[in-house]
């Protein structure tokens, strides 16, 4: 689907090249923009106005590397539809996206987060309870990783049928070997993982890493979908819409 066009008025400082984008103070030097900022009492408790700052400091100071407004539409209108109960995020940076996607989730499900948390805590679990079933999972973080991270998730039963995945920077800067694995079809990823046995079974030396790959659930069955939109800096990019389906 092609993306309306980039408003160029709120486009982010362009992203320098290589990694000289991050963790070089920018992080820190955001904090201070934030707390010395003069209307600092509007950002409370305000995650509208919290977002507005960040994309301001963005704008007129340095590169970040968030999600951004228009790939961030793209998810929280998938929360709304989706209503996660539990939202998992790999890849926090400075925050940006979790407040947004936070303050999406508890507008659609106040009372629900309210109700786990009160009733695991008056049964005396609070320090145990973990989710088991992921609803919505956005994925930005280390971009090879995508993949087994996913695959991690399907092993631990943490994505299964009705959870729902959303990738970012799927076009800038890409990444193919995640798109084959959530666009495969059951046949086609059981296949790969014959064949990846069959090659293993002929390596001479099996590295720890061999070992250590998580097989993922290769039935899991998943409809996925490009959605294109731009990064904050106006550059194209995309966010891939996996839902799981069913399992055969
Ligand atoms: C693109 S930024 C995330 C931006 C954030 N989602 C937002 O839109 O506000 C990528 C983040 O992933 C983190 N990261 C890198 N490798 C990672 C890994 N292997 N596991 C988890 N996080 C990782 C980085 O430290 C960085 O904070």
Do not use: W
């Not at 007129?60 to 996660?84: C, Q, S």
């Not at 079974?201 to 250590?212: M, N």
């Not at 990019?237 to 799981?244: A, K, L, S, Y």
């Amino acid at each position: 689907m092609a993306a309306a066009a980039f408003d160029q008025s709120k486009a982010y400082a362009p992203q320098e090249e290589g990694t000289n984008f991050f963790d070089d103070g920018r992080e820190i030097e955001l904090l201070h923009f934030i707390y010395e900022h003069p209307n600092l009492d509007d950002f409370r408790d305000s995650p509208k106005n919290v977002l507005k700052a960040i994309d301001e400091y963005a704008r007129t100071k340095k590169y970040l590397m968030n999600v951004g407004e228009d790939k961030g539409r793209i998810v929280t209108d998938l929360i709304a539809d989706v209503k996660p109960k539990t939202m998992v995020e790999l890849g926090g940076y400075v925050g940006y996206s979790c407040i947004l996607f936070g303050d999406a989730v508890r507008k659609r499900n106040p009372e629900f987060a309210a109700v786990i948390a009160s009733l695991v805590d008056l049964a005396g679990l609070s320090d145990i309870v973990k989710a088991v079933q992921i609803d919505l999972m956005f994925l930005d973080h280390y971009k090879p990783a995508y993949t087994t991270d996913l695959k991690l998730c399907e092993e631990l039963k943490l994505v299964t049928v009705g959870s729902v995945l959303a990738a970012d920077n799927v076009i800038k800067p890409r990444n193919p070997s995640y798109l084959e694995y959530v666009r495969a079809s059951v046949e086609e990823k059981k296949e790969k993982m014959q064949s990846e046995k069959t090659i293993n079974q002929y390596a001479k030396r099996y590295t720890q890493e061999d070992f250590s790959k998580s097989k993922g659930n290769p039935n899991l069955v998943y409809e996925s979908k490009l959605l294109n939109s731009y990064e904050p800096t106006g550059v194209p990019d995309g966010v891939e819409i996996t839902r799981c389906v069913g399992e055969e």
